[in-house]
């Protein structure tokens, strides 16, 4: 069975047989899910979806249920999925407050299958890989990496910074899981450190060790970001010529001190500020300075303009081409191939650039899933794999 990677050093991954390799591309895990079953999961009862490799279509009319499907898959991972959903919301109405997600995963080497789900009056999420039930769901960032692109993110740009920095976050946690620790670690020492500059702000040792965790996670991911950034952003000089370029950089004081400053320099730095904002951050009720406010700046290229002042069509182009490029570096960084979770992506794309997005997913080797209200959009792309239309609740191949 797979493991993380989080003991192994960089660039080796654990095969999905268990033993170590080199990710310098001589082999390339590139999971794919050829059955999902749904019980109970918002609007479908029951579904069961066989697919092959490449690409999956899912068309129906408004509301038959194919963003579920999508959020359902992007809920084989750690996080809330692709709604930022409470667990409670995903049980079917009039269902038995409880649901569930399974996926049989093919790899070249093998098939695993997945269990994601609650039972009734359970707050948790539980997750089983080959009958056997898991603690936490860090592993499946290897085991099933995943990116998504959904309408929701069609304000990416034009939206405040926490958007942003959850794009970003997602794929830099496609190159390094333990970004999600880091993630986990920050949050929890700020927290506390917050509670405490109202409850107790005169608990000295126990504000230093909290920024001292801080100090640690946030330059860690602060690097962790920074590297993500780096890789996306030499991807992106080979975009396919259909989508527009991007240049995209970082904006954060702590991101700006790795660029000049060695990390332990820069966690002394944020420990020293942190001890001296506290008066300041206890008036605010808040942490004013830190990773969790930094932002993902993007430009378009081509027109030398800041993403958000393009044209609504541009700003997809430009989201498609990031994701995209997004995918790519992943793939050759880790060897990780992305499930590729793309809702509503077709419509707003003209002729050229859907072609060009299916081809560069055929050459990624990426399993897609795609979605969109009208099949005849799809019947007139060519590609290869799976699709798939609804009639009534009823899945069947198109
Ligand atoms: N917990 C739930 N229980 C039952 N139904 C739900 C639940 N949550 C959402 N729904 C319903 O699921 C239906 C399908 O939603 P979904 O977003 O998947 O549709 P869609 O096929 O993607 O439609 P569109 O083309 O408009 O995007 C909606 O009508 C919604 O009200
Ligand atoms: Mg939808």
């Known amino acids: 069975m797979l493991q993380t990677n989080h003991d192994l050093p960089d660039g080796a991954i654990k095969s999905a047989k268990g033993s170590v390799e080199n990710t310098a591309n001589d082999k390339i895990f590139s999971p794919s ?89 359970a707050d948790t999420r539980r997750l089983r890989i080959d009958g056997q039930n898991v ?7 290897v ?59 005169s608990s000295d040792s126990w504000l230093k060790s909290l920024e001292s965790n801080m100090a640690v996670s946030g330059v860690a991911i602060a690097d962790a970001r920074l590297t993500a950034l780096d890789a996306l952003a030499s991807g992106l000089q080979h975009s396919h010529d259909a989508f527009p370029e991007a240049e995209i950089a970082l904006e954060g004081w702590i991101e700006a001190a790795l660029r000049q400053d060695s990390a332990l320099d820069v966690e002394d730095a944020f420990r020293l500020h942190l001890k001296k904002a506290r008066g300041l951050d206890a008036s605010v009720g808040r942490t004013l300075e830190g990773p969790h406010r930094s932002d993902l700046i993007v430009r378009h290229k081509g027109k030398d303009m800041p993403a958000s002042d393009c044209s609504t069509g541009e700003q997809k ?41 299916i081809e560069v997913i055929e050459n990624l080797g990426a399993q897609a899933w795609i979605t969109g209200t009208d099949p005849a959009v799809f019947q007139q792309i060519a590609f290869t794999g799976t699709h798939l239309t609804f009639d009534g609740q009823l899945i069947k191949n198109a």
């Open 33 to 121: 899910i050829a059955e999902l079953k749904l019980t109970d999961f918002r609007s479908h009862a029951k579904a069961h979806i066989v697919t092959g490799k490449g690409i999956v279509v899912l068309s129906g009319d408004n509301g038959v249920g194919k963003t579920n499907i999508l959020e359902a898959i992007s809920m084989l991972g750690p996080g809330r999925g692709l709604r930022t959903a409470k667990l409670a919301e995903l049980a079917r109405r009039d269902g038995a407050n409880a649901w569930s997600v399974s996926a049989l995963v093919r790899t070249q080497e093998e098939d695993i299958q997945i269990g994601v789900g609650i039972d009734p009056n």
């Open 135 to 141: 603690k936490g769901f860090d592993r499946l960032t």
């Open 143 to 201: 085991m099933l990496p995943q990116l998504w692109l959904t309408p929701a993110m069609d304000r990416l740009f034009v939206d405040g910074a926490s958007g942003r920095r959850k794009f970003l976050d997602r794929y830099a946690l496609g190159l390094s899981p333990q970004h999600a620790k880091m993630s986990q670690d920050y949050e929890r020492a700020m927290r506390e450190r917050n509670r405490l500059l109202q409850e107790d702000p």
């Open 317 to 357: 182009a430009l989201l498609v081409g990031l994701v995209l490029a997004q995918a790519r570096v992943m793939s050759g960084e880790t060897g990780r191939v992305p499930l590729l979770l793309l809702d509503e992506v077709a419509a707003h794309l003209d002729g050229t650039r859907r072609a060009a997005l």
